[in-house]
Protein backbone atom coordinates (compact mmCIF):
# COMPACT_ATOMS: atom_id res chain seq x y z
CA UNK A 1 0.00 0.00 0.00
CA UNK A 2 1.20 3.31 -0.79
CA UNK A 3 1.46 5.94 2.08
CA UNK A 4 -0.21 8.72 1.44
CA UNK A 5 2.94 11.07 2.37
CA UNK A 6 4.71 9.87 0.08
CA UNK A 7 1.96 10.97 -2.59
CA UNK A 8 3.27 14.36 -4.28
CA UNK A 9 0.36 16.08 -6.39
CA UNK A 10 -2.89 16.04 -4.05
CA UNK A 11 -1.60 17.96 -1.72
CA UNK A 12 -0.63 20.55 -4.10
CA UNK A 13 -4.16 20.17 -5.58
CA UNK A 14 -6.37 21.06 -2.79
CA UNK A 15 -4.10 23.72 -1.71
CA UNK A 16 -4.20 25.52 -5.22
CA UNK A 17 -8.56 24.89 -4.98
CA UNK A 18 -8.54 26.41 -1.24
CA UNK A 19 -6.07 28.64 -1.87
CA UNK A 20 -8.32 30.61 -4.48
CA UNK A 21 -10.68 30.98 -1.87
CA UNK A 22 -8.87 32.84 0.68
CA UNK A 23 -9.17 36.20 -0.93
CA UNK A 24 -9.26 38.30 2.15
CA UNK A 25 -5.24 37.32 2.16
CA UNK A 26 -2.92 39.71 1.01
CA UNK A 27 -1.95 39.12 -2.66
CA UNK A 28 1.65 38.51 -1.70
CA UNK A 29 0.67 36.26 1.20
CA UNK A 30 -2.06 33.76 -0.85
CA UNK A 31 1.10 33.95 -3.65
CA UNK A 32 3.77 32.84 -0.80
CA UNK A 33 1.22 30.15 0.47
CA UNK A 34 0.28 28.65 -3.02
CA UNK A 35 4.14 29.12 -3.88
CA UNK A 36 6.03 26.56 -1.69
CA UNK A 37 4.01 23.53 -2.58
CA UNK A 38 4.25 24.11 -6.54
CA UNK A 39 8.01 24.92 -5.74
CA UNK A 40 8.73 21.40 -4.00
CA UNK A 41 6.66 20.03 -6.67
CA UNK A 42 8.51 21.63 -9.69
CA UNK A 43 11.77 19.86 -8.29
CA UNK A 44 10.06 16.78 -9.03
CA UNK A 45 9.56 17.07 -12.53
CA UNK A 46 12.41 15.62 -14.60
CA UNK A 47 12.63 17.72 -18.20
CA UNK A 48 12.45 16.42 -21.58
CA UNK A 49 8.92 15.85 -20.97
CA UNK A 50 8.75 13.01 -18.70
CA UNK A 51 6.40 14.56 -16.35
CA UNK A 52 5.72 13.58 -12.73
CA UNK A 53 7.17 11.02 -11.21
CA UNK A 54 4.74 9.51 -8.44
CA UNK A 55 6.53 9.84 -5.06
CA UNK A 56 8.29 12.13 -3.29
CA UNK A 57 11.66 11.55 -2.18
CA UNK A 58 12.15 8.12 -3.76
CA UNK A 59 12.24 7.60 -7.94
CA UNK A 60 9.69 5.88 -9.01
CA UNK A 61 8.94 6.53 -12.96
CA UNK A 62 5.32 5.08 -13.74
CA UNK A 63 3.60 7.88 -15.30
CA UNK A 64 -0.49 8.20 -13.95
CA UNK A 65 -3.20 9.79 -15.91
CA UNK A 66 -5.08 10.75 -12.82
CA UNK A 67 -1.34 12.44 -11.30
CA UNK A 68 -0.89 14.35 -14.46
CA UNK A 69 -3.99 15.62 -14.75
CA UNK A 70 -4.53 17.32 -11.01
CA UNK A 71 -0.68 18.76 -11.73
CA UNK A 72 -1.70 20.04 -15.04
CA UNK A 73 -4.94 21.72 -13.10
CA UNK A 74 -3.16 22.99 -10.30
CA UNK A 75 -0.05 24.85 -12.17
CA UNK A 76 -3.06 26.43 -14.41
CA UNK A 77 -4.48 27.54 -11.24
CA UNK A 78 -1.31 28.91 -9.80
CA UNK A 79 -0.47 30.20 -13.05
CA UNK A 80 -3.83 32.12 -12.69
CA UNK A 81 -3.26 33.18 -9.04
CA UNK A 82 0.71 34.37 -9.10
CA UNK A 83 1.16 35.07 -12.63
CA UNK A 84 4.41 33.07 -12.94
CA UNK A 85 5.18 32.08 -16.03
CA UNK A 86 7.01 28.71 -15.05
CA UNK A 87 3.93 27.16 -13.68
CA UNK A 88 2.19 27.88 -17.15
CA UNK A 89 5.20 26.49 -18.69
CA UNK A 90 4.46 23.12 -16.58
CA UNK A 91 0.38 23.13 -16.88
CA UNK A 92 1.17 23.25 -20.74
CA UNK A 93 4.13 20.87 -20.79
CA UNK A 94 2.10 18.16 -18.91
CA UNK A 95 -0.99 18.73 -20.99
CA UNK A 96 1.39 18.29 -23.77
CA UNK A 97 3.00 14.95 -22.70
CA UNK A 98 -0.79 13.57 -22.33
CA UNK A 99 -1.18 14.39 -25.99
CA UNK A 100 1.76 13.02 -26.82
CA UNK A 101 2.15 10.15 -25.44
CA UNK A 102 -1.45 9.35 -23.32
CA UNK A 103 -3.81 9.79 -26.12
CA UNK A 104 -6.02 7.27 -27.91
CA UNK A 105 -6.09 8.28 -31.56
CA UNK A 106 -10.01 8.50 -30.93
CA UNK A 107 -9.66 10.58 -27.70
CA UNK A 108 -9.87 8.83 -25.15
CA UNK A 109 -6.85 9.12 -22.56
CA UNK A 110 -4.31 6.11 -21.63
CA UNK A 111 -4.29 4.85 -17.63
CA UNK A 112 -0.48 4.98 -17.57
CA UNK A 113 3.05 4.56 -18.63
CA UNK A 114 5.38 1.61 -17.04
CA UNK A 115 8.28 2.70 -15.13
CA UNK A 116 10.39 0.15 -16.69
CA UNK A 117 11.77 -0.38 -19.86
CA UNK A 118 14.16 -3.53 -21.23
CA UNK A 119 13.85 -4.44 -17.61
CA UNK A 120 15.18 -1.70 -15.80
CA UNK A 121 13.72 0.95 -14.19
CA UNK A 122 13.58 4.45 -15.46
CA UNK A 123 15.96 3.19 -18.38
CA UNK A 124 14.03 4.94 -21.09
CA UNK A 125 14.48 8.75 -18.80
CA UNK A 126 18.11 8.73 -17.18
CA UNK A 127 21.41 9.50 -18.76
CA UNK A 128 24.99 8.91 -18.76
CA UNK A 129 27.41 12.42 -18.78
CA UNK A 130 28.68 10.58 -22.17
CA UNK A 131 25.16 10.40 -24.21
CA UNK A 132 24.91 14.24 -23.06
CA UNK A 133 28.12 15.68 -24.35
CA UNK A 134 28.02 13.65 -27.21
CA UNK A 135 24.91 14.36 -28.33
CA UNK A 136 25.20 18.50 -27.22
CA UNK A 137 28.67 18.85 -28.58
CA UNK A 138 29.65 22.29 -28.09
CA UNK A 139 26.30 23.22 -25.86
CA UNK A 140 27.39 20.51 -23.62
CA UNK A 141 28.86 23.25 -20.70
CA UNK A 142 26.22 25.54 -21.11
CA UNK A 143 23.43 22.55 -20.20
CA UNK A 144 25.86 20.96 -17.41
CA UNK A 145 25.51 24.06 -15.87
CA UNK A 146 21.99 24.30 -16.29
CA UNK A 147 20.99 20.69 -14.74
CA UNK A 148 24.69 20.08 -12.51
CA UNK A 149 25.48 17.24 -14.16
CA UNK A 150 28.40 15.14 -12.53
CA UNK A 151 30.52 12.10 -13.96
CA UNK A 152 28.72 9.60 -11.45
CA UNK A 153 25.40 10.96 -12.07
CA UNK A 154 22.59 11.34 -9.22
CA UNK A 155 20.74 8.37 -9.22
CA UNK A 156 22.47 5.10 -9.43
CA UNK A 157 25.36 6.03 -12.07
CA UNK A 158 23.25 8.21 -14.36
CA UNK A 159 21.74 11.21 -14.49
CA UNK A 160 17.90 12.85 -14.31
CA UNK A 161 17.77 15.89 -15.34
CA UNK A 162 16.96 18.87 -12.53
CA UNK A 163 17.41 22.16 -12.85
CA UNK A 164 20.16 23.41 -10.90
CA UNK A 165 20.48 26.96 -12.45
CA UNK A 166 17.85 28.97 -13.18
CA UNK A 167 17.76 31.34 -16.38
CA UNK A 168 19.00 34.45 -15.05
CA UNK A 169 22.26 32.78 -13.55
CA UNK A 170 22.82 30.96 -16.96
CA UNK A 171 22.59 34.03 -18.74
CA UNK A 172 24.83 35.44 -16.44
CA UNK A 173 27.53 32.84 -16.10
CA UNK A 174 27.50 32.47 -20.03
CA UNK A 175 27.26 36.05 -21.10
CA UNK A 176 24.25 35.41 -22.87
CA UNK A 177 21.40 37.97 -22.75
CA UNK A 178 18.26 36.16 -20.67
CA UNK A 179 15.95 35.96 -23.83
CA UNK A 180 18.44 33.44 -25.18
CA UNK A 181 18.65 31.14 -22.74
CA UNK A 182 15.77 29.47 -22.97
CA UNK A 183 16.03 29.40 -26.87
CA UNK A 184 19.88 27.34 -26.14
CA UNK A 185 17.87 25.16 -23.46
CA UNK A 186 15.18 24.13 -26.22
CA UNK A 187 17.54 23.02 -28.65
CA UNK A 188 19.77 21.32 -26.02
CA UNK A 189 16.41 19.53 -25.38
CA UNK A 190 15.02 19.10 -28.96
CA UNK A 191 18.75 16.52 -29.06
CA UNK A 192 18.59 14.73 -26.69
CA UNK A 193 14.74 13.94 -27.36
CA UNK A 194 15.64 12.93 -30.80
CA UNK A 195 18.37 10.55 -29.37
CA UNK A 196 15.89 8.96 -26.38
CA UNK A 197 13.35 8.27 -29.29
CA UNK A 198 15.73 5.69 -30.02
CA UNK A 199 15.20 3.74 -27.01
CA UNK A 200 12.81 1.19 -26.36
CA UNK A 201 9.84 2.97 -24.97
CA UNK A 202 8.04 1.98 -21.58
CA UNK A 203 4.59 -0.31 -22.20
CA UNK A 204 1.63 1.88 -21.99
CA UNK A 205 -1.71 0.73 -20.13
CA UNK A 206 -4.02 1.36 -22.64
CA UNK A 207 -7.20 0.85 -20.67
CA UNK A 208 -9.64 4.18 -20.66
CA UNK A 209 -10.71 4.85 -17.52
CA UNK A 210 -13.96 7.21 -16.61
CA UNK A 211 -12.76 8.98 -13.35
CA UNK A 212 -9.27 9.83 -14.28
CA UNK A 213 -10.06 11.08 -17.88
CA UNK A 214 -12.95 13.02 -16.17
CA UNK A 215 -9.89 14.43 -14.29
CA UNK A 216 -8.04 15.19 -17.44
CA UNK A 217 -11.14 16.52 -19.49
CA UNK A 218 -11.49 19.21 -16.51
CA UNK A 219 -7.65 20.26 -16.99
CA UNK A 220 -7.65 20.55 -20.96
CA UNK A 221 -11.07 22.34 -20.64
CA UNK A 222 -9.83 25.10 -18.30
CA UNK A 223 -6.30 25.07 -19.73
CA UNK A 224 -8.10 25.61 -22.89
CA UNK A 225 -10.10 28.66 -21.49
CA UNK A 226 -7.75 30.48 -19.54
CA UNK A 227 -4.39 30.10 -21.69
CA UNK A 228 -6.62 30.50 -24.79
CA UNK A 229 -5.14 27.02 -25.94
CA UNK A 230 -7.89 25.64 -28.22
CA UNK A 231 -5.63 22.50 -29.03
CA UNK A 232 -6.64 21.93 -25.60
CA UNK A 233 -10.29 22.80 -26.03
CA UNK A 234 -10.53 20.26 -28.92
CA UNK A 235 -8.78 17.59 -26.73
CA UNK A 236 -11.16 18.19 -24.45
CA UNK A 237 -14.14 17.88 -26.78
CA UNK A 238 -13.07 14.77 -28.25
CA UNK A 239 -12.52 13.31 -25.14
CA UNK A 240 -15.95 13.89 -24.14
CA UNK A 241 -17.22 12.58 -27.59
CA UNK A 242 -15.17 9.11 -26.89
CA UNK A 243 -16.84 8.91 -23.13
CA UNK A 244 -19.86 9.19 -23.86
CA UNK A 245 -20.07 7.25 -27.09
CA UNK A 246 -18.22 4.61 -25.68
CA UNK A 247 -19.16 4.43 -22.00
CA UNK A 248 -22.54 5.60 -21.61
CA UNK A 249 -24.79 3.12 -22.81
CA UNK A 250 -28.54 2.55 -22.57
CA UNK A 251 -28.08 5.15 -19.61
CA UNK A 252 -25.65 3.11 -17.69
CA UNK A 253 -22.44 4.82 -17.56
CA UNK A 254 -19.20 1.79 -17.54
CA UNK A 255 -16.10 2.36 -15.38
CA UNK A 256 -13.34 1.17 -18.15
CA UNK A 257 -12.70 0.57 -22.16
CA UNK A 258 -10.22 -1.50 -24.00
CA UNK A 259 -10.03 -2.20 -27.90
CA UNK A 260 -13.38 -1.74 -28.50
CA UNK A 261 -14.79 -3.12 -25.42
CA UNK A 262 -16.34 -1.09 -22.20
CA UNK A 263 -16.73 -2.88 -18.97
CA UNK A 264 -17.65 -3.15 -15.18
CA UNK A 265 -20.31 -0.79 -13.53
CA UNK A 266 -19.28 2.46 -12.88
CA UNK A 267 -18.61 3.59 -9.60
CA UNK A 268 -19.92 7.02 -8.40
CA UNK A 269 -16.91 8.41 -8.55
CA UNK A 270 -16.97 8.36 -11.59
CA UNK A 271 -20.64 9.70 -12.44
CA UNK A 272 -19.66 12.77 -10.59
CA UNK A 273 -16.03 13.23 -12.31
CA UNK A 274 -17.91 13.03 -15.27
CA UNK A 275 -20.22 15.76 -14.55
CA UNK A 276 -17.58 17.58 -13.31
CA UNK A 277 -15.18 17.42 -16.31
CA UNK A 278 -18.68 17.91 -18.70
CA UNK A 279 -19.40 21.09 -16.70
CA UNK A 280 -16.20 22.79 -17.36
CA UNK A 281 -16.09 21.48 -20.42
CA UNK A 282 -19.27 23.46 -21.38
CA UNK A 283 -17.64 26.51 -19.71
CA UNK A 284 -15.27 26.38 -22.25
CA UNK A 285 -17.14 25.59 -25.05
CA UNK A 286 -21.05 26.83 -24.56
CA UNK A 287 -22.83 23.66 -26.24
CA UNK A 288 -25.90 23.02 -24.77
CA UNK A 289 -25.01 18.89 -25.44
CA UNK A 290 -22.49 18.84 -22.73
CA UNK A 291 -24.80 20.79 -20.25
CA UNK A 292 -27.28 18.21 -21.03
CA UNK A 293 -25.42 15.05 -20.74
CA UNK A 294 -23.58 16.33 -16.99
CA UNK A 295 -27.58 16.88 -16.38
CA UNK A 296 -28.83 13.46 -17.55
CA UNK A 297 -25.94 12.28 -15.67
CA UNK A 298 -25.83 13.50 -12.13
CA UNK A 299 -29.75 12.69 -12.51
CA UNK A 300 -28.94 9.08 -13.21
CA UNK A 301 -26.64 9.32 -9.96
CA UNK A 302 -29.21 10.52 -7.93
CA UNK A 303 -31.25 7.71 -8.99
CA UNK A 304 -29.17 4.91 -8.64
CA UNK A 305 -26.96 6.12 -5.57
CA UNK A 306 -28.64 8.12 -3.59
CA UNK A 307 -29.00 7.38 0.25
CA UNK A 308 -32.50 7.90 1.92
CA UNK A 309 -30.31 8.85 4.94
CA UNK A 310 -28.33 11.40 3.18
CA UNK A 311 -25.21 10.77 1.34
CA UNK A 312 -24.36 8.83 -1.64
CA UNK A 313 -23.10 5.06 -1.80
CA UNK A 314 -20.39 3.81 -3.57
CA UNK A 315 -22.24 1.33 -6.20
CA UNK A 316 -25.72 2.15 -8.45
CA UNK A 317 -28.51 -0.16 -6.67
CA UNK A 318 -28.39 -3.02 -9.28
CA UNK A 319 -24.48 -3.49 -8.42
CA UNK A 320 -23.85 -7.12 -7.16
CA UNK A 321 -24.96 -8.22 -3.92
CA UNK A 322 -22.04 -6.79 -1.12
CA UNK A 323 -22.21 -7.08 2.42
CA UNK A 324 -22.27 -3.60 2.65
CA UNK A 325 -22.53 -0.90 0.63
CA UNK A 326 -20.07 1.20 0.92
CA UNK A 327 -19.87 5.02 0.86
CA UNK A 328 -16.44 6.13 1.47
CA UNK A 329 -16.15 10.02 2.24
CA UNK A 330 -11.99 9.95 2.44
CA UNK A 331 -9.99 11.35 -0.93
CA UNK A 332 -6.76 9.20 -1.79
CA UNK A 333 -5.10 9.80 -4.99
CA UNK A 334 -7.99 11.00 -6.70
CA UNK A 335 -10.51 13.74 -5.40
Not at 139 to 161: H, M, R
Not at 183 to 205: E, F, N, Q, Y
Not at 217 to 234: I, N, P, V
Request: glycine content about 6%.
Amino acid sequence: MISQQLMCVRDLFVYSLSIRQLRWLPNWRATQILSEPSDHNYRLITVLKTQLRLYDWVHHYEKMLYDNAQLALSYLHGYLITGEARYRQICEETLDFILREMTHPDGGFYSSLDADSEGEEGKFYVWSQDEIQNALGEDFDFFKSAYGIIPQGNWEGKTILHRALDDTSLAARFQLDLEQVPIKLADCHSKLLALRSMRVRPGTDNKVLVMWNALAMSAFAEAGRYLGRQDYTDAAIRNAHFLMDNLYIHDRLFRSWREGQAKHNAYLEDYAGLVNGLLALYQSDPNPQWYKAALNLADQMVLHFADPNGGFFDTRDDHETLLIRPKDIQDNATP
